[in-house]
């Protein structure tokens, strides 16, 4: 197992001699695919660069690989979805699918709710995501509700108010 501190600082230093950090990135990805570390170190550095897509990407390939590393990968997701005021959707809708492979379901839904309201273009993938945690909880009132806004987003109103009707009864209490 790499360690990852050691690896972001190799990182910083061999990007302070003008080294081509990318490509050691990219080089320890291919070298030890099934490690988390490679890509939490990479994760760390584009967000140093402002780089949020590119870190969200790798941070949740590491929550993909699962084990020790998913738990520092979903902490680079919440952090980057969290530490600025303009984050792109895509950012909240890796974070929605690193929580629901977590198991974490109001996590789920509220990524879910961050990634459309930076905008509509993701509606269509967090209904997906929000199908499988209504598959996963039948009885989720707030995962209900997140995915009739998802629907309203793709002008689906007869799902959305499907879902918002599923919604009020399960939360009638």
């Given amino acids: 197992m790499l360690g990852s501190v050691a690896i972001t600082d190799l990182h910083r230093l061999l990007h302070a001699v003008g080294f081509d950090q990318d490509a050691f990135g990219e080089r320890l990805q291919r070298d030890f695919p099934d490690e988390p570390e490679p890509h939490i170190a990479r994760g760390a550095l584009y967000e140093g660069e402002a780089r949020l897509v590119p870190a969200a990407?790798?941070?949740?390939?590491?929550?993909?690989?699962?084990?020790?590393g998913a738990v520092s990968g979903l902490a680079g997701l919440q952090r980057l979805a969290s530490a600025r005021e303009r984050v792109p959707s895509e950012v909240h809708l890796m974070l929605l699918r690193a929580c629901r492979t977590c198991g974490?379901?109001?996590?789920?839904?509220?990524?879910?709710?961050?990634?459309?309201?930076?905008?509509?273009?993701?509606?269509?993938?967090?209904?997906?995501?929000?199908?499988?945690?209504?598959?996963?909880s039948p009885g989720n009132a707030a995962a209900r509700l997140g995915r009739a806004l998802a629907c309203i987003r793709m002008l689906d109103m007869e799902a959305a108010a499907a879902d918002l009707r599923d919604a009020l009864r399960l939360d009638a209490g």
Avoid: I, P
């Fill in 104 to 136: 974490l379901m109001n996590e789920s839904v509220a990524a879910a709710r961050d990634a459309l309201a930076q905008g509509g273009e993701v509606a269509a993938e967090v209904r997906s995501e929000l199908d499988h945690l209504v598959a996963a």
């Fill in 57 to 68: 990407e790798a941070f949740a390939k590491a929550v993909e690989l699962k084990g020790a």
